[in-house]
C-alpha cells in the first residue's frame, strides 16, 4: 500500500490500518510492517515546526541565503555567496542554498568517517575561490586530499551528478599548493606550485614548550625562555685561549634554529658556575632544536604571509608530511599572524588613516593582508576538548572570539564533536552536520546547534541514517527560522578524499609463473654488487607468495635460481664462476644475457609477453578507474557495439598493467636564437605523442611513418595542413609537379593524405589519419604534466615496443636542430580486458586506468 494514503492525520491512518488488517489473510506481514507505517505516517501527518523560513532572494525564489544578513543581501543579492547545496524538505524543497561569503564567520562541519565533511569543505572553498575575488582562502590540510582541486571532476558517477545539477566540472586556476619546504625533494612537482616555512622567532617560549613536551616553568622552560630573551637583547659568547669572550649583536625577531642552539651551547651566564644550568638541560634542550630541524618548516626566510593570504587566491597548505603536533604548531602561528595583520588594517581603516607614500616593503608583505577565511580539517587533533592543549589551540580560541572586526573567517571540519574545545565550539554561528554514529557526538551538535532543532531531528536515529553529502544545518541569523536539511551540491573540482578499497584484485597466476617472478626479482635485487644476503632473497620470495596468495617453497626458487648461473656460497647467492671474472659494469648485461638464454616455458614466454617485473616505486599516472569501474566500461561497450551485429560478448578476465610513457625533456632554439626547455610524452608501446585535452587522452597518428618519409616529405605534408593544389607545392617548395605529385602518390596510398576534386581543380588536404605536431613548441605537447603522479610499488609493467633510442631519431627527423637535456618514465595505469564470444572467438579491450577511456 503506498505511504500517501496515510498523509491525512491520525485517525484516518488506523482506519486505514484495520481495514488493511480485515481484507488480508497474511496478519502476520501487517504486524510486521506496523511500524515502519506509524513511521510513515508521522513522516507525512506531523507538520515540522516551527516553519522553515530563510532569507529569500528578491529577484529569484528559488535561492535562500544562511549567514547573511538582510541590509547585506539587500544591497549586494547573491555576490560573493557560496552555493552549496539544495533544501531537502518538502518545506522549500529544491531551494538553492547559499552561504554568506562578504561577513566573516565561524563555520563547523562534523560527520563520521566518508560522509562528506571533507567534501563539504571543498564545496565551500571551491566557491568562494570562483565568487569573491576580495578575500584569501587558506586551507591547511592534514591528509593531503586538496591538491587536486586544481583538476575538473572526473568521477565518473559524480559527473552524472554535476550534469543534473547543471554545474559543470572544472578545477580552480587560481589556487596554489604549499609543501613544507624542507620535504619539497621528496614530493612529485607536479602536486606542488611553491614551498612554505616559518622564521623560529615566530614561535613564543610557550610554543616550543608546548611542541617540546616542556613544562613551561620547569628548568628547561626557563632557560628556554631566557635563550628566546637573550637572542632579542643581545649576549656575551664564551670565549677560548686564542679567543676571547665576544659580545654577541642582537637578533631582534630574526633568529634562525641555529642562532638558538649557538646560544644555548656559548652563552657565558648558562655556563657560569653561580647562575648557570645543568648541562645535562642545555644538551636536552639543543638536542630537541637539532631535531626540529628535520620537520622541515623552519628556515632562515620564512614564508611571508602576504603569499599565502592573497586576494582572488586560494591557497592550500599541505601539511600531511607533518607530525600532528607540528601541524599544530603550523596552524597556531598561521592564525595568530591572520588576527594580528588584519587586527591592525581594521585600525587604520577605522582611523581613516591615508596613505602617505610610505611604503615599508616587509610590512606589505607580511601585513596588507585581505580579510582571510582560514579552513581546518581534522580540527578535533588540533583544538581539543577539556585541559589538553596543542600549539593551536590559544591562537584559534583568540581567532574565533577577536576575529569577526577584523574579517577572520574559520572554517573547521572534525568526525568527533564531542571532541572539540567548547571555547570554539561556542562562537560558532553556523553548523552543518553530516551522519554520526555516537550519542556524545550527537549530544554535542545538539547542545551546540545554534537554532531551533525540530523534533522529529532530535531523535539520535535521525543524525545516525543521514546519507552521504546529506546534512543538518544550523543558522545563528534570525532570518532561518530553525534548522533544515540540506543536500550538499557534488564538486566541481577534483577530490581525492575518497576511500580506498581495501579489497585487492589478485592477479591469476600459475605456480611456475611465481616462480619466474621470484626469479627475476631476486636478480634485479643482485645487480649493484653481483650477490645478495639468503635472508634478503627469501624475503623477495615471501612478498611474491603474499602478492599472489601462493606457496612457493625456497627449495623451488633456488633450482630455478641455479639454471641461471646463480648458486647459493656462504650465506649469499652469487652468479657461480662468472662472479669473479665480470666487472661490476657489466653484470647488468650478462646477467640479463643468461636469463634470456635459456629456454623458458610456454607459460613463461605467455607471461613476458605482458609483463616485466620491476619490483619498486615509479612515478605513475593516478589510478581511479577501479576494476569493477573497468569492468561496467566493457560491459557498455559490448551492448553498444555487437548486440545487433554477431553474438554477445562475455567478459573471461580482467587484469591491470602499468605503460611506461617517456617523458622527454629537450631544448628548444626560439626566434632569439635563445634555448627553451620543452617537454613532450611519447607513448612506448604505440610510439605515438600521448597528450591529455578537454579531459581525454588523445594519442598522435604517424609517428611509425616516419623511417619512411624524408625531410622533404615532411616539408610537404607541414605545407598540406592547409589545402593546397599541385602548382602551389611546386612553387613554394621548389620541385617539378611530376616529382611532388610521385610523392603524393606515396601518400595517398598510405592515407596520409586526402585528394579532393572541386570545380576540375585536384586539391590536397592532409589526412586526419596522419596528425603529428611539427611544431616541437607547442603547447600540447606537455598536456600530460597537468595530471598529477603518484609513487606506486609497480610490477606488472608492459614491455616498450620503441626503443628510446628510435623515438629520439624520429623527433630528430620531426624537429630538426633539437637537444636531449632529460628523460623519465612515467607509469600509465590500463585494464586489458579480455572478451570472448559465442564462438570462442577473443578481442582485447584497454580501459585507461584514469579516467575511464577506451583505448583504441
Not at 635459456?598 to 620491476?614: A, G, H, N, Y
Request: glycine share 6%; hydrophobic share 40%.
Amino acid at each position: 500500500m503506498p505511504v500517501e494514503k496515510y498523509k491525512s492525520d491520525g485517525n484516518d491512518f488506523f482506519d486505514e490500518l484495520e481495514r488493511d488488517v480485515k481484507s488480508k489473510d497474511n496478519k502476520q506481514k501487517i504486524y510486521d510492517d506496523l511500524s515502519n507505517k506509524i513511521k510513515n505516517m508521522e513522516e507525512y501527518v506531523k507538520e515540522i515546526q516551527p516553519k522553515l523560513v530563510f532569507l529569500e532572494d528578491s529577484e529569484d525564489v528559488g535561492k535562500v541565503y544562511i549567514g547573511r544578513k538582510r541590509s547585506v543581501q539587500k544591497q549586494y543579492g547573491s555576490k560573493a555567496c557560496a552555493f552549496i547545496g539544495k533544501v531537502a524538505e518538502e518545506q522549500c524543497k529544491d531551494k538553492k542554498v547559499y552561504l554568506d561569503g562578504l561577513n566573516p564567520h565561524v563555520v563547523f562541519l562534523d560527520g563520521a568517517r566518508g560522509t562528506g565533511k571533507s567534501y563539504l569543505l571543498g564545496v565551500i572553498a571551491e566557491e568562494l575561490a570562483k565568487t569573491n575575488q576580495f578575500i584569501g582562502q587558506i586551507v591547511v590540510d592534514p591528509v593531503g586530499v586538496f591538491w587536486s582541486m586544481k583538476f575538473s571532476n572526473k568521477d565518473k558517477k559524480e559527473l552524472q551528478l554535476l550534469e543534473e545539477w547543471n554545474i559543470k566540472p572544472e578545477g580552480l586556476s587560481n589556487m596554489k599548493v604549499f609543501v613544507p619546504e624542507g620535504v619539497a625533494t621528496k614530493v612529485s612537482k607536479e602536486t606542488y606550485d611553491d614551498v612554505f616555512s616559518l622564521y623560529p622567532s615566530l614561535l613564543t617560549v610557550d610554543d616550543w614548550c608546548i611542541t617540546f613536551g616542556i613544562d613551561r616553568f620547569s628548568p628547561s622552560g626557563l632557560l628556554l625562555e631566557k635563550t628566546l630573551d637573550y637572542l632579542k637583547k643581545g649576549f656575551t659568547a664564551t670565549g677560548t685561549a686564542e679567543v676571547p669572550d665576544r659580545w654577541i649583536e642582537p637578533k631582534g625577531n630574526q633568529f634562525a634554529l641555529d642562532d638558538i642552539i649557538f646560544c644555548l651551547q656559548n652563552n657565558v651566564e648558562f655556563s657560569s658556575a653561580q647562575k648557570g644550568y645543568k648541562p645535562d638541560s642545555i644538551r636536552a634542550l639543543v638536542s630537541r632544536f637539532d631535531a626540529a630541524k628535520a620537520w622541515g618548516v623552519f628556515s632562515n626566510r620564512g614564508t611571508p604571509l602576504g603569499k599565502l593570504s592573497r586576494e582572488g587566491q586560494l591557497t592550500i597548505l599541505d601539511t600531511s608530511f607533518l607530525e600532528e603536533n607540528i601541524t599544530a604548531l603550523v596552524i597556531g602561528i598561521l592564525a595568530r599572524r591572520i588576527l594580528s595583520a588584519r587586527k591592525l588594517i581594521a585600525r587604520e581603516d577605522a582611523s581613516g588613516k591615508e596613505d602617505n607614500g610610505e611604503i615599508n616593503p616587509e610590512d606589505v608583505l607580511e601585513n596588507e593582508i585581505p580579510p582571510t577565511w582560514l579552513y581546518i580539517d581534522e580540527a578535533h587533533t588540533l583544538i581539543p576538548s577539556g585541559n589538553t592543549q596543542t600549539p593551536a589551540t590559544d591562537a584559534l580560541i583568540e581567532y574565533v572570539k577577536q576575529g569577526r572586526r577584523p574579517g577572520c573567517s574559520l572554517v573547521f571540519a572534525t568526525q568527533q564533536p564531542a571532541a572539540i574545545n567548547t571555547k570554539v565550539l561556542s562562537q560558532v554561528d553556523i553548523l552543518i552536520s553530516n551522519k554520526l554514529i555516537f550519542n556524545d557526538d550527537i549530544h554535542a551538535i545538539q547542545k551546540r546547534m545554534p537554532a531551533i532543532i525540530p523534533e522529529p531531528y532530535k531523535h539520535p536515529n535521525f543524525v545516525k541514517t543521514l546519507p552521504f553529502a546529506t546534512a543538518l544545518v544550523g543558522d545563528r541569523s534570525e532570518e532561518t527560522s530553525r534548522a533544515f536539511i540540506l543536500k550538499i551540491r557534488p564538486r566541481a573540482s577534483q577530490h581525492e578524499g575518497r576511500d580506498v578499497e581495501t579489497i585487492r584484485n589478485i592477479p591469476s597466476i600459475t605456480q611456475l609463473q611465481a616462480i619466474s617472478i621470484v626469479v627475476k626479482m631476486i636478480i634485479k635485487k643482485m645487480e649493484p654488487s653481483k650477490e645478495l644476503e639468503i635472508n634478503r632473497a627469501k624475503d623477495v620470495l615471501d612478498a611474491v607468495n603474499v602478492k599472489y596468495h601462493k606457496n612457493v617453497l625456497w627449495e623451488e626458487a633456488l633450482e630455478k635460481l641455479g639454471t641461471k648461473g646463480i648458486v647459493e656460497s656462504e650465506g649469499q647467492l652469487i652468479f657461480g664462476e662468472k662472479a669473479v671474472i665480470v666487472g661490476h659494469e657489466d653484470f647488468t648485461e650478462i646477467s640479463e644475457n643468461i636469463v634470456s638464454t635459456e629456454q623458458e616455458t610456454k607459460e613463461e614466454k605467455v607471461l613476458d609477453q605482458v609483463i616485466s617485473t620491476k619490483p619498486r616505486s615509479y612515478n605513475c599516472l593516478p589510478l581511479r578507474i577501479s576494476k569493477i569501474d573497468a569492468e561496467s566500461i566493457a560491459r557498455s561497450c559490448v551492448k553498444n557495439k555487437f548486440l545487433f551485429f554477431r553474438a554477445s560478448e562475455s567478459i573471461q578476465s580482467i587484469s591491470l598493467t602499468y605503460r611506461p610513457i617517456y617523458k622527454i625533456d629537450y631544448n628548444l632554439y626560439n626566434e632569439a636564437g635563445m634555448f627553451v626547455k620543452k617537454t613532450c610524452y611519447i607513448d612506448s608501446v604505440t610510439g605515438e605523442f600521448l597528450h591529455f585535452v578537454n579531459s581525454e587522452f588523445r594519442e598522435s597518428k604517424g609517428v611509425s611513418l616516419l623511417s619512411e618519409l624524408s625531410e622533404m616529405d615532411l616539408e610537404l605534408l607541414y605545407l598540406l595542413e592547409k589545402p593546397k593544389v599541385l602548382s602551389g607545392l611546386a612553387e613554394t617548395i621548389g620541385l617539378q609537379e611530376s616529382e611532388i605529385a610521385r610523392r603524393i602518390s606515396f601518400f595517398k596510398e598510405n592515407s596520409i593524405v586526402d585528394h579532393i576534386i572541386k570545380k576540375d581543380r585536384h586539391i590536397y588536404k592532409l589526412s586526419k589519419n596522419f596528425d603529428l605536431p611539427f611544431d616541437a613548441g607547442h603547447k600540447i605537447l606537455s598536456s600530460l604534466a597537468d595530471i598529477p603522479l603518484k609513487k606506486e610499488f609497480v610490477d606488472a609493467v608492459e614491455n616498450t615496443k620503441f626503443a628510446i633510442s628510435e623515438v629520439y631519431s624520429y623527433l630528430e627527423k620531426l624537429w630538426g636542430d633539437i637537444e636531449f637535456i632529460g628523460l623519465e618514465e612515467v607509469y600509465w595505469p590500463v585494464w586489458h580486458v579480455i572478451l570472448v564470444g559465442n564462438g570462442q572467438n577473443k578481442r582485447e579491450l584497454l580501459v585507461d586506468g584514469v579516467i575511464g577511456q577506451v583505448l583504441q
